[in-house]
């Protein structure tokens, strides 16, 4: 695979002050952004220099990423960015619906102004998308919708689980093939619909109901857009 230089991707100098979590932040943002591709090589030092920091921040940073799945180190032949297995992301999608389910059922402590941040989201969902900003404040806003829904359980632990699922979930796009998600975004913003108005009335079972379709539904259409493993 060829390394991050050869491929002549750079990323901007840092503070030093905050070195591991600054290196960190820069290198799963240029993998999230496909900057740095799924079986691409990163080389410790050429990444050292061109963030303008020691080893040891950027050899930190890429054990966190390793513990979120994010990049794969192997002793012999180097750290690479990750490549996801459909079983992989089955489970990532399984493990999402049964936290954001058990979030949910404390939907009778959303707070007003938290539905109306959710009736917010869902106004920017409804939006069209016809440039890769726009998808991006889309793809921003329908994490923000589900975090609501998270944040209202009140529990760290839960939310920890939850966060460190959504960058497998994120690499998992940077694997799919599918070129016709704008087709599917009158059926999930129908989805989308329907959990915000659980969320109103504050009911639980329909809640509950309309997150698990909804995650499934994402699911199926993520398994079938990956390419075929050999």
Known sequence: MNMATERGVGLGRIDRRRAVDDVHAAIREAILTRRFAPGMRLNVEELAAQLGVSLTPVRSALQLLAAEGIVDVHSRSGTYVATLSRTDLAETFDIRCALECLAAEAAGRLTDEQIAKARLQLGILARPIRSEAQ????????????????????????????????????????????????????????????????????????????????????????????????
């Open 135 to 230: 998808r991006k404040a889309h793809e921003q806003a329908n994490t923000e919708l589900h975090q609501i829904v998270i944040e209202a359980a009140g529990n760290r632990k839960l939310a920890e689980m939850y966060d460190s699922l959504q960058a497998h979930i994120a690499m998992g796009r940077l694997h799919r093939q599918d070129q016709t998600w704008q087709s599917r975004l009158l059926v999930e913003q129908e989805e989308h619909e329907a959990i915000v108005a659980a969320m109103e009335k504050r009911d639980i079972t329909e809640l509950v109901a309309a997150l698990r379709r909804h995650i499934m539904r994402a699911k199926a259409v993520m398994l079938e857009s990956l390419p075929q493993e050999e």
